[in-house]
């Protein structure tokens, strides 16, 4: 009974990545499915949740514009207090472990590799991919050019990089925090490929 974290560059093929491995190993894919779980824990519904974590990721909770906090007390009618982010952490926190209890999952992103840091039956991975090739990936999808699409990366990963920063105080790009780093784009981007490396490093 494992557990697998992937965390990922913005457009590295990680979320891909993560979904083909865990149809493979016949595990369950666990991302943005805990936010249903988020939302009853903190009494909110899963579109408030999911605007509570935006506000998380963005802004880091303490650092957000106030226009921001009002609008998601005065939607979720939550006494400020109820909302702070160590409410927040907590229950994603609790989440997170509860789905590492059960085993066979593979988890894309929530800080997993940090909160499970301690857990041996966890394997923490890393996808990434440069920066020219996660940007052309974008622009082959039709939604930036290749300058739009250098600036979203940096824009994601900028986000992601400050939320492990906030909340665990750690690099997000240490590699140290993972079992194994995979280039991606060094791969060609050949999902099962980067599959094979990870079950071998299992």
Known sequence: ???ITISKEFAAGGRLL???LARELGYRLIGREILADLAKKLDLS?????????GQENSLFKLVDEIFLHTVRRIAQKPEAALDDDR???AVAELVKGVAAQGDAVIVGWGGQYI??????AHHFRVVAPLAQ???RCAKHGRYDQGQGEAECLRQDGISSGYVKH???KSWDDAASYK???NNGALGFDLEKAVQIIKAAL
């Not at 899963?46 to 935006?54: I, K, N, S, V």
């Not at 499970?116 to 039956?121: R, S, V």
């Open 1 to 3: 009974m494992a557990t």
């Open 18 to 20: 993560a979904a083909r």
């Open 46 to 54: 899963e579109g408030e949740a999911e605007l509570l974590h935006r």
């Open 88 to 90: 927040y952490f907590a």
């Open 116 to 121: 499970l840091a301690d857990d041996p039956t």
């Open 134 to 136: 996660r940007a052309e």
């Open 167 to 169: 909340f665990f105080k």
């Open 180 to 182: 194994l780093v995979i």
